[in-house]
């Protein structure tokens, strides 16, 4: 059932920002009821038509007692019948709480699991993923910080990617990815498992957290390495240190005030994802029916590569086209994990 008492409060809302929109105020609080009449909108107009429907069920039902008009109004409350669940779903997925984050870019992070090798090759295999789906969808994909291995494979790779709903739509993607193929280097054609961690932390703003300098301390060290890893060699390499947390970010790019930026954005954004966390945790645990722990060392995904497919275990999705999923063909996963997702908080919500 919809709501609608809220439906009343929400329309009632909508008409207090159009007349403040009419005034014509200026400043940051015009611009933020300008947003907020934006995001409403679209929703206030599936209200309007979510009335006209029930007003029109009403008239139909009024009309039933009438010989001449029965047929007419019999045949007019079928197809509201057929139409009204699919408007009462949309309003009421339209009302569900958002994640104030879900608008925000996101930080990736990418680290090579157990599998020596092949656990490498397959993070390489799933960094190219993810920078095929944002060019897909037209976001800008940045390399923060990679750490390379001798075979073209990646230990750990961190990458930054702007653009409209990132993190609403990457979120789904942490967790333990799991990989079953013959490696390039097994002569015996045994099938090996190995797998990679993903962690998608939406980008945090300064205005986020109150990060006092005497909790951080900050390291300029030279760095170095072999092979094709992503190092220099001057001392511009800096180490930030998240004191209370023990969290600790390494940026080697060539300029130092770069590196102290891009340290900084990143820790930043772990100590956000750590509060949020920290507060879904909070509510999961007073929430009745609660399935599952959402935590990121759980398996979510395995790429089975002498079958073709890859199966995501949480929404039990095994699709046969492996190949297009790593060439960055990730909408079908991932609009089925949001529907999921949408499903289990409209069931919270009746409890």
Excluded at 142 to 164: C, D, F, H, W, Y
Excluded at 225 to 239: E, F, K, L
């Amino acid at each position: 059932m919809v709501p609608i008492e809220k439906l009343e409060q929400i329309k009632s809302r909508f008409d207090f920002l159009e007349a403040k929109m009419a005034e014509g105020a200026v400043g940051e609080d015009f611009a933020a009821l300008g947003r907020e009449y934006a995001e409403l909108r679209p929703l206030v107009a599936e209200i309007d038509a979510y009335q006209q429907m029930l007003r029109d069920k009403t008239a139909a039902e009024e009309m039933l007692t009438d010989p001449e008009m029965h047929d007419l109004a019999a045949e007019e409350l079928q197809t509201i019948a057929a139409a009204l669940p699919g408007l009462e779903q949309k309003i009421n997925l339209a009302l569900l709480p958002r994640d104030q984050a879900d608008a925000r870019p996101a930080i990736v992070e990418i680290r090579a699991g157990t599998g020596g090798d092949e656990a490498a090759l397959f993070a390489a295999d799933l960094l190219r993923m993810y920078q095929r789906y944002s060019e897909t969808r037209g976001w800008a994909f940045e390399m923060v910080s990679q750490s390379a291995t001798e075979l073209g494979g990646i230990k750990e790779a961190i990458v930054n990617i702007r653009g409209p709903g990132v993190f609403a739509r990457l979120k789904f993607e942490s967790g333990v990815h799991r990989v079953q193929r013959v490696p390039a280097t097994e002569s015996g054609g045994r099938v090996h498992t190995s797998a990679a961690t993903v962690a998608v932390l939406p980008e945090a703003e300064e205005v986020d957290l109150d990060i006092p300098a005497s909790d951080l301390r900050i390291d300029t060290m030279r760095a170095s390495g072999a092979g094709g890893q992503h190092v220099n060699t001057t001392d511009s390499a800096v180490r930030i240190t998240h004191i209370p947390t023990g969290l600790m970010v390494v940026s080697a790019e060539k300029s130092q005030h770069r590196n102290r930026e891009i340290a900084m954005g990143v820790l930043r954004s772990r100590l956000y994802e750590m509060k949020r966390r920290a507060a879904a945790d909070a509510r999961a645990a007073t929430r009745k029916g609660q399935v599952g722990s959402g935590d990121r060392s759980e398996r979510i995904r395995t790429y089975n590569f002498s079958q073709g497919r890859v199966t995501d275990h949480r929404v039990n999705l095994t699709l046969y086209k492996l190949d297009q999923v790593l060439q960055g063909d990730l909408d079908e996963i991932i609009d089925a994990l949001i529907a999921d997702d949408q499903a289990s908080r409209l069931a919270e919500l009746s409890l």
